[in-house]
């Protein structure tokens, strides 16, 4: 198996070709590596490639690896998984951007953990559940534009950044992803700076790119096979 400097060069070329034969500008989009289940090592390594931005579903992952690697100073933490409210503290505490929220339940509860003495607001974007499975996270397409509006007007130590999504299986992702592009432009229609759509992985993040995604979440293509959990 190529080692993880090979991997992240792989990925990353694939990522320039999807952009020029989309006809976008080289830096259009940001490269998320999801290190789910990885030790602190694995991003410290990254983090020596050049890589700034990793994501986490877990909360305790989250929590431990950044206080880990509290010497790596210029990473950006992306929380991506199914946020709760009993853990929005945390969750505040140890991200810098939340990719997954979907009611307003969870909105308040991160504006409510804004510490007394907050400098800056937490990046936030709505997640949207692109599949019939209401037990899925993600709030319906058609709510996505009140949950914006809720997040803007209710909300102010959080800062909408715009949209992210997961393909459904049964779908074509390309098709998936022009959904969600629909879904950006209604939540632009309220907070007009908030234009990241946050989609792909590393199945389908070419087709991401076509769509106009700004934010790919990629795990293994970069990672290789995720440890077992311990």
């Not at 190529?2 to 990925?11: G, H, K, M, S, T």
């Not at 694939?14 to 034969?21: D, G, P, S, T, V």
Request: aromatic letters at 2%; one cysteine or more.
């Amino acid at each position: 198996m190529p080692d993880l400097a090979e991997r992240l060069a792989d990925v990353d070329a694939r990522i320039a070709r999807a952009l020029r034969a989309s006809g976008r500008a080289p830096d259009a989009v940001s490269r998320i590596v999801v290190t789910k289940f990885h030790p602190p090592e694995l991003i410290e390594r990254l983090a020596e490639l050049g890589v700034r931005d990793v994501g986490e579903n877990r909360q305790q992952e989250l929590t431990a690896k950044r206080a880990a690697l509290a010497t790596v100073t210029d990473l950006t933490w992306h929380f991506i998984g199914q946020a709760q409210t009993n853990k929005a503290r945390a969750v505040r505490a140890g991200a810098d951007v939340v990719h997954s929220v979907d009611r307003t339940r969870i909105a308040d509860a991160l504006h409510a953990a804004a510490p007394e003495d907050v400098d800056a607001p937490l990046d936030v974007l709505i997640q949207v559940n692109l599949t019939d499975d209401a037990g899925r996270g993600g709030v319906t397409p058609d709510g996505a534009e009140a949950l914006a509006t809720h997040v803007a007007e209710h909300c102010p130590t959080l800062r909408l950044r715009g949209v992210m999504a997961v393909a459904p299986l049964d779908e074509a992702p390309a098709s998936a992803f022009a959904r969600l592009a629909d879904v950006a432009g209604a939540v632009r229609s309220v907070v007009p700076a908030a234009s990241w759509i946050s989609a792909g992985m590393t199945g389908d993040f070419e087709e991401a790119i076509a769509a106009g995604a700004t934010h790919l979440r990629i795990g293994s293509a970069i990672t290789g096979p995720r440890p077992d959990r311990g």
